[in-house]
């Protein structure tokens, strides 16, 4: 039995540029919105996963040609796209995972009905949708966390918070355990030859 | 597992590079504590890079300021690099003199010959090529070879050619691709170039492309980060020790002199002290392999030797074997 098997890649839309417009919310004139808040703001009002899905499809297609349009056309897929958090879920054939990856780290703004400048970093890759929602959960609860530790520390000028929560950085370096990083390691049943030649 | 990024363009006026150091600092994954304006790319250490072309200046200061003049995210380590673009020929005294104000220094070579000169007799930590231009010769493994074997590292930037200039993503492809051939894979890094935050990307962004680009996931991931520690660290060696093999660490009644990193290949430099055996080994590794010593770790080895130079004569220091 052969079964399709595929990569879910978990993709973070930032936006590098200064806002153009001082339409923002809940802020005193003055002042600054830090950098983290900026950078990860929501997509604007026109972009949705189709626009992603296009994004996608035409980096492929410049990057790849027809070759790489027809290996990934048929498996891809904005499975999951949010606007307010500016991350989606894109689904992958696994074989073609890291073409569609790199017309990801290709994009440098969105398309037409959206028009501006983003900078996508990939953050996660694995092989069940499970795993990457888990990640995006968690990724939100931490931004919401550090926002509100700027928020405090901006006001209070303390680093109370900041010190309070423990340090979580691990020193001990497991290079093994990077050599994968971002990609969650396949299920043993998974694993077989690697039909891609690209890789060295 | 600390990211290097060894190229960010210094220049004044510099409006854009408070936003472009925020966006490439570490904050991500697993703090939930991250300080106010650290925002999440990735990298640990950048590097500004002031270019300098053709003649060199008369003024050795570093062109770039200490401290700078605007915020640098806090859990960002900022390094001082000099790029040296070799329009002329260049000796390497007054090579040295320049480095010294900086804290690594990288070298541009325009042709064949330079790039020659560059790799077999210049005093440099990095070669940096133009690789969004076609090149007009082939990378030859044996001048490579010689390269990384003497410490030098070539340098990869990725962000012209993430640009969106067609051509210059063809020429950057095709480049690496002879680089990494001839390189056989060894002593090659990774950085960005990226003069705004809207060239950044994250690391393990870099790290597909290069895997796509023929250098494989495992190397890849070195070039990012173990290869680039590699060259920050040898930097700081050869201007801070005698000859990248002794640093006096405590210069007290005691003259204890300590041995502070194991390496000592690609210069060939023989031993100081008499009882201690030179490990040469073939691989390119020019500090020492696990981590950078930490100040509490320096602190705790000078105890320790004050200590047993307390037991034993002379300023005998055993070499640590660890460090392979």
């Not at chain 1, 929560?165 to 497991?174: I, V």
């Not at chain 2, 004044?12 to 854009?16: G, I, K, Q, R, V």
């Not at chain 2, 007799?121 to 930590?125: A, E």
């Given at each position: 039995m052969v079964r399709i098997k595929h990569r879910y890649l978990l993709i973070n839309i930032l936006y590098p540029d200064p806002k153009s417009t001082s339409g923002r919310p809940a802020t005193k004139p003055g002042d600054e919105v830090p950098y983290t808040v900026q950078f990860r703001r929501p997509s604007p009002d026109r972009m949705d996963g189709g626009v992603l899905t296009r994004l996608i499809r035409d980096g492929v297609a410049e990057l790849y040609g027809d070759y790489g349009s027809g290996k990934v056309a048929g498996s891809l897929q904005v499975k999951y796209f949010s606007q307010a958090t500016s991350t989606a879920i894109v689904r992958v054939s696994r074989d073609y995972y890291r073409l569609v990856w790199a017309a990801l780290t290709f994009a440098t703004r969105l398309p037409n009905p959206v028009g501006q400048s983003c900078v996508i970093q990939v953050v996660r890759v694995s092989g069940t949708i499970r795993k990457s929602e888990e990640e995006a959960i968690r990724r939100a609860r931490l931004s919401i966390r550090r926002a509100e530790a700027a928020a405090k520390s901006s006001n209070a000028a303390t680093a109370g918070l900041a010190a309070a929560?423990?340090?979580?950085?691990?020193?001990?370096?497991?290079d093994a355990d990077m050599i994968n990083g971002i990609e969650d390691p396949d299920d043993p049943r998974d694993i077989e030859e690697d039909l891609d030649d690209d890789e060295g | 597992m600390p990211f290097y990024d060894l190229n960010v363009p210094w220049s004044?006026?510099?409006?854009?590079l408070p936003r472009t150091l925020s966006f490439l600092a570490e904050s991500y994954l697993i703090e939930p504590n991250a300080d106010a304006d650290v925002c999440a790319v990735g990298y640990n250490v950048v590097a500004l890079n002031f270019t300098i072309t053709g003649k060199l200046p008369t003024n050795f200061a570093c062109a770039i300021p200490d401290p700078l003049p605007f915020v640098v995210p806090s859990k960002l380590t900022v390094l001082r690099r000099l790029t040296l673009v070799l329009t002329t020929p260049v000796n390497n005294a007054a090579l040295t003199q320049l480095a010294s104000s900086y804290d690594i220094l990288a070298v541009r070579p325009v042709d064949e010959k330079s790039l020659l000169l560059a790799a077999t007799?210049?005093?440099?930590?990095i070669v940096s090529l133009d690789l969004t231009q076609r090149l007009p010769y082939f990378f030859r493994f044996k001048t490579l070879a010689e390269a990384v074997k003497r410490g030098v590292r070539f340098e990869v930037c990725y962000a012209q050619g993430v640009g969106g200039d067609a051509v210059s993503r063809r020429n950057l492809i095709g480049n690496v691709q002879g680089l990494i051939r001839a390189s056989r894979k060894r002593g090659l890094i990774v950085s960005s170039g990226a003069a705004s935050a809207g060239a950044c990307r994250g690391p393990w962004d870099v790290i597909n492309l290069a895997s796509i680009w023929g250098l494989g996931q495992e190397r890849g991931y070195e070039a990012l980060s173990e290869e680039a520690r590699k060259v920050a660290v040898t930097a700081r060696l050869r201007r801070t020790s005698y000859r990248s093999v002794v640093n006096v660490v405590y210069g007290g009644e005691q003259a204890a002199k300590s041995d502070k990193k194991a390496e000592i290949r690609e210069k060939g430099i023989q031993d100081v002290q008499e009882k201690r055996k030179v490990h040469v080994l073939d691989d390119t590794s020019p500090a020492e392999s696990e981590k950078p010593v930490s100040k509490r770790e320096q602190k705790r080895r000078r105890k320790a030797e004050l200590e047993k130079h307390a037991e034993t004569k002379g300023s005998v220091v055993t070499p640590d074997h660890t460090k392979m």
């Open positions: 929560t423990p340090q979580l950085l691990s020193t001990e370096d497991d | 004044t006026p510099n409006s854009e007799s210049l005093d440099s930590d």
